[in-house]
């Protein structure tokens, strides 16, 4: 912080960025593939930002749950890293499964997998978490416990999953039943589709707040130690890569442009929110329903472009 940064002058801005923002989410679309997102309320927004001594700084409806959706492939991803961390075998397994590429394609696309024979570009992209869940499904005793307790620890609290979330997306998924396929038929699949969707859909319908999803990514601001315990959750490099994967390829085809906007690592998530992390200095998450045709949340960039840009955040 800069000598006049206290912390007033940071909520008055928080203030100011919100009206900016919300408007703009009247040119955004809800995701409505399942009711739990085709029924939320446009007009909520959310912004908050949690500090590395862990001063919590909020705007809106910072405390009202959704589902992660998207950005549980972080913490799917930190929990893969953490057992790649511990045996050579399962690193080169990991990244020799899925690339660390943006895909320049949609969330959900089939046709650069069919083309890279079943790899996926990058860990954020559906195809890519479905690997990281087949990696989990090997090697963790109970991968949606392991999962959930890391969320759990992360937040300091215990989140909740919404089963009708669970429900709805076993009925739409059908995408993701024909990437797991697809992959299957490379060979760049141990478990079952079913299995390894059980673990997707599970993280998927995690439920968690704004002011949740600050705290959370904290640890990723501080090379990996979650401030609020001391533990270290990742090493220093394996924080900084987790980073530079949520930078270039967390928020879909229009990373780059996040990557320009706003220059901080990011992930999206189809309910509208947005992980950040200012490296050193915050966590934070924006929640703002109506999406962007590339699927994130258009209000949420406003609020994060306003922040970095005022700040001067960007890690540019
Ligand atoms: O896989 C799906 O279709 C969703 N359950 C999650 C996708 C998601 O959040 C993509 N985000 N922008």
């Not at 929640?287 to 960007?314: I, T």
Request: net charge negative; hydrophobic share 40%.
């Amino acid at each position: 912080m800069t000598a006049t940064d206290t912390s007033n002058d940071l909520d008055a801005e928080l203030r100011q960025i919100a009206e900016i923002a919300r408007p703009t989410a009247r040119q955004g679309e809800l995701a409505d593939y399942i009711p739990a997102l085709r029924d939320e309320d446009p007009d909520c927004f959310g912004l908050g930002l949690v500090d590395m001594d862990g001063t919590e700084h909020m705007v809106g409806d910072v405390d009202r749950p959704f589902a992660i959706q998207s950005i549980s492939k972080v913490f799917a991803l930190v929990l893969a890293m953490q057992r790649a961390d511990r045996a050579e075998g399962v690193k080169k397994e990991l990244w020799g499964r899925v690339g660390v590429e943006p895909s320049g394609d949609p969330f959900n696309s089939l046709v650069q997998l069919e083309h890279e024979q079943g790899v996926p570009r990058n860990p954020m992209i559906n195809a890519g978490a479905l690997v990281v869940d087949d990696i989990l499904a090997d090697h963790c005793g109970d991968a949606r416990r392991e999962l959930h307790d890391l969320v759990n620890e992360l937040v300091g609290e215990e989140v909740a999953l919404d089963d009708k979330v669970v429900h709805a997306e076993g009925n739409t998924g059908s995408r993701n039943r024909a990437m797991a396929n697809l992959m299957l038929s490379f060979g760049n699949l141990d478990n079952s589709v079913d299995d390894v969707l059980d673990v997707y859909i599970y993280q998927c319908a995690l439920t968690m707040t704004v002011r949740q999803l600050a705290r959370a990514s904290r640890f990723l601001a501080n090379d990996g130690v979650d401030p609020a315990t001391g533990r270290q959750i990742l090493r220093p490099p394996l924080a900084r890569r987790v980073n530079a994967i949520m930078l270039t390829c967390g928020t879909y085809d229009a990373a780059g442009e996040f990557a320009f906007d706003v220059g901080l690592p990011c992930k999206s998530g189809v309910a509208g929110a947005i992980m950040g992390v200012v490296p050193d200095r915050y966590g934070v998450a924006v929640w703002s329903p109506p999406l962007d045709p590339s699927g994130n949340s258009r209000a949420g960039k406003v609020a994060l472009h306003e922040l970095a840009e005022r700040r001067g955040l960007s890690i540019f």
